[in-house]
């Protein structure tokens, strides 16, 4: 069952994922306003323009009365309570010389910096660049340099997991230092992060399979492969890529390929519970919600059950729907147009 808990409006349509915390969720629109509003009512709190430098977001995040802005090379922090900015860091200084990326492919210039709360911190993905970057005042703790890694960094405790085409690793959260490095063993290469939960990494490889590891030691807990490749005549074929993080709830794992595969997965041992083939590419965004998946894509929302993966309802939105989904205790948050519609699901 859903049921509109309530609507707010946004200056511009939004430009990144709505992120919540301290009973308030935070999303930035594309006019580069950070809005702030009540998580119960959708009242607005408060509503700031970001500088230039990070106008163009490209990630957000909340942790410990801060909200996190990133932009196409800086990272900015703000106060939860008033908006107010706290302090700036340019990536770019802190980043090995430009050459150290390929001349063709430089990352941050396509998807900026990628962001996740750390405890005394924050851990921003800059390229293939990882720094971690001091709360109080953004200066660089330390920094790492992983080629082809793909971002954010999933972080739990004090290791973070990144995945990159042909590897996953993790990272000491202490100093940056490799703790271990996992093969992805795929022959094609993997564009997907990594996601942490419970002491475990799950990383997509290149072919629609996933790979779930020890988060301390880096030790294979399963392996589940994804399915044949696609021929395209003669030796050429099209691997079930993965574009999009998985998404782990107590016992499943749930995550969708460019081609339209749709998995659950056994959380402890990765077999596969029940699977669907849906239009290649209608898988935008995936999230988990008591027991059930949500699926968005073409415009719509819909929500599958955990336990055999039958569709319980649809959502079509009136306004043009964002991809980007955001799951809160009983609420189902989406952007529309210049709007932000919060659905309570029961």
């Not at 939860?80 to 050459?99: N, V, Y």
């Not at 880096?218 to 395209?232: I, K, S, T």
């Amino acid at each position: 069952m859903k049921t509109v808990a309530w609507k707010a409006r946004s200056r511009g349509r939004i430009h990144s994922r709505i992120v919540h915390g301290s009973g308030r969720c935070f999303w930035v629109s594309r006019t580069g306003w950070v809005s702030a509003v009540d998580a119960e009512s959708g009242r607005l709190d408060w509503r700031v323009h970001l500088p230039e430098a990070v106008a163009r977001v490209a990630s957000l995040a909340v942790s410990d009365g801060l909200v996190y802005v990133a932009g196409a090379r800086h990272v900015m922090a703000l106060s939860q309570d008033e908006g107010r900015t706290l302090w700036i860091t340019d990536l770019d200084t802190l980043s090995s010389r430009p050459e150290s990326l390929p001349p063709r492919k430089k990352p941050h210039e396509a998807l900026g910096a990628q962001l996740t709360p750390a405890t005394s911190g924050v851990v921003a993905h800059h390229g293939w660049h990882i720094h971690f970057l001091d709360r109080r005042h953004g200066t660089r703790l330390w920094s790492q340099e992983l080629k082809s890694s793909q971002g954010p960094v999933a972080v739990e405790g004090d290791i973070g997991a990144v995945s990159g085409s042909e590897h996953c690793w993790g990272i000491d959260l202490h100093n940056g230092s490799v703790r271990w490095t996992a093969e992805l063993h795929d022959y094609f290469f993997n564009h997907a992060p990594a996601v942490v939960r419970d002491g475990a990494a799950y990383s997509p490889t290149g072919n629609g399979g996933l790979l779930a590891v020890d988060l301390q030691t880096g030790r294979e807990r399963w392996r589940q492969h994804g399915p044949a490749p696609v021929p395209l005549g003669g030796t050429a074929a099209m691997g079930h890529g993965v574009y999009l993080a998985p998404v782990v709830g107590a016992r499943h794992v749930v995550y969708g390929t460019r081609l339209g595969l749709l998995r659950c997965l056994d959380r402890a041992t990765g077999r596969i519970l029940w699977s669907d083939v849906v239009r290649p590419g209608a898988v935008f965004d995936l999230a988990l919600l008591d027991d059930y998946t949500f699926v968005a894509g073409d415009r719509q929302v819909v929500a599958r059950r955990m336990t055999d993966g039958a569709e319980k309802w649809r959502l079509v939105p009136s306004r043009r729907q964002s991809s980007l989904m955001t799951v809160m205790p009983d609420r189902l948050l989406y952007p529309a147009g210049r709007s932000v519609i919060a659905h309570t699901v029961e």
